[in-house]
């Protein structure tokens, strides 16, 4: 070999020591800073998962809010269907109510000695009765409190009168029966209440 092959061959030893070195070096410190770095590092993994952990509670306490309205939303779309098929006669049943007050007009005030027309008002009786009996099959039922404790909910009192045959609060007297359509008031009965004498 020449002297400039060794010296050539010498130079690429020295550089592949230099890069062996070099290489030893950086692997030292990456060892070196992965030591050191590890408590860094699961810290940062830590506050990585936390935030995760939170970000999943708020999803999954907007997802049971969300599946909470839902229900309240389907509840009340039911409720509010239930009401329409209950009360969709309303109207109608209060367009009816003054037939049936005419109807009652007519056989209190009629002559029932009259022999001519006892035909007609036992008519009127039974059509009366029969009109009754077809609104009560939709639900509309009469409210008549004779005799009963006065109740604002379902009677307006238009006067009171001193009695000391019955008690205190006590109707004495319909002077126009109250209507409800299941359950609900469609018109309340016009009494006269009892008071103290």
């Known amino acids: 070999m020449s002297e ?8 690429n030893q020295d550089v592949t020591e230099q890069e062996a070195e070099q290489t030893q070096t950086e692997s030292q410190a990456e060892i070196q800073s992965e030591e050191l770095d590890p408590i860094a590092h699961i810290a940062a993994l830590e506050a990585e ?7 999943i509670a708020d999803q999954k306490d907007s997802v049971v809010r969300a599946a909470a309205e839902i229900d309240n ?3 009340r779309a ?5 009401k ?16 049936i007050d005419n109807m009652e007009r007519a056989i209190e005030f009629s002559d029932k000695e009259n022999d001519a027309i006892k035909p007609i008002i ?27 404790k006065f109740n604002a909910e379902f009677h ?3 006067s009171m009168q ?3 045959e019955v008690e205190p609060n006590t109707v004495i007297a319909v002077m126009q029966k109250g209507y409800t359509l299941n359950g609900r008031l469609l018109r309340p009965a016009m009494v006269m209440v009892s008071k103290a004498p």
Do not use: W
Not at 49 to 55: F, G, Q, R, V, Y
Not at 78 to 82: G, H, I, L, Y
Not at 131 to 140: C, H, I, P
């Open 49 to 55: 998962l936390a935030a995760a952990n939170d970000k």
């Open 78 to 82: 039911a409720q509010d269907v239930e």
């Open 84 to 99: 329409a098929h209950k009360f969709a006669l309303e109207k109608f049943a209060n367009e009816l109510l003054p037939v």
């Open 4 to 11: 400039q092959e060794n010296q050539v061959e010498q130079e």
């Open 156 to 158: 307006q009192a238009m």
């Open 122 to 148: 036992e008519g009127i009786e039974l059509t009366q009765k029969s009109f009754v009996d077809a609104v009560a099959k939709f639900g509309v039922e009469v409210v008549n409190p004779q005799g009963e």
């Open 73 to 75: 939303v389907r509840r």
């Open 162 to 164: 001193p009695s000391e």
